[in-house]
């Protein structure tokens, strides 16, 4: 046993307590947009998909989360019509998270 009495104990990852963050602005806008998400764990793997009204994939792409924090995404939606779309992330846990965007 260490001198500190603390040879039991287990380190708890809070992120994997927390619900991660999601935000994406500007919201409406014209079709470029950025998202922030923090809160997941160190290592994550994300898969990112935007899906338009009628459930048709826009987009989708695997990002690697590098560390804990703000990561930055940039997503780029001119080339489509005007409408609501769904950004759909998945993690390598299998757990969802979405938002709604507005492109004006």
Known sequence: MDQMGY??????VLNDF???QINVFPNPG???FKMNVAGFSLG???NLKVVDSQGRIIQTRDERLCGEGLHNFRIDLSDQSA???FIILMNNKNKMYSC????S
Do not use: F
């Not at 040879?7 to 708890?12: F, G, R, W």
């Not at 709604?100 to 492109?103: A, F, G, H, R, T």
């Open 83 to 85: 409408g609501i779309y």
């Open 7 to 12: 040879e039991n104990c287990i380190a708890i």
């Open 44 to 46: 994550q793997s994300l």
């Open 30 to 32: 014209d079709g470029v």
């Open 18 to 20: 927390m619900e991660p």
């Open 100 to 103: 709604k965007i507005i492109k």
